[in-house]
């Protein structure tokens, strides 16, 4: 981000970066990072390590795919946005939460924390 804000003229950028928009992105959680690696990777969720962590956490396909649209859940009592009810959490916090409000029930396998970090399509130049 610090190149990309010293270098934005040479880059070929319309104007200078600022916090919403700076070239850079990274997925905010493990269920964020997966929606991203289905978006722009074309990841399938019965294949992606966080997508079968979550089947065999009892939360079905249909239910993840839902979910990459980010729609209004409740969580304890308050409805927000899925992304950010399941945001800043690690991939056990993560899974254990999805679960609570698919309302799945199954094993929370242990896997490994996993961010999608890419240059954002805006900040490119042909």
Do not use: Y
């Not at 003229?9 to 690696?37: C, I, T």
């Not at 839902?66 to 308050?78: H, I, L, R, S």
């Amino acid at each position: 981000r610090w190149m990309i804000l010293g270098q934005w003229k040479e880059l070929g950028l319309q104007s200078e970066p600022d916090v919403g928009d700076n070239g850079m992105h990274a997925s905010a959680s493990p269920f964020e990072a997966l929606a991203e690696r289905m978006n722009w990777l074309g990841a399938a969720v019965a294949t992606d390590e966080f997508g079968k962590a979550m089947l065999a956490a009892g939360i079905s396909e249909d239910t993840v795919l839902q979910w990459t649209k980010d729609p209004q859940v409740t969580f304890e009592g308050k409805a927000q946005s899925l992304f950010d009810t399941l945001e800043d959490l690690d991939c056990s916090e993560c899974l254990h939460r999805a679960q609570m409000i698919a309302g799945g029930r199954g094993f929370i396998s242990a896997t490994k924390n996993q961010a999608f970090v890419f240059i954002k399509p805006h900040a490119m130049t042909a």
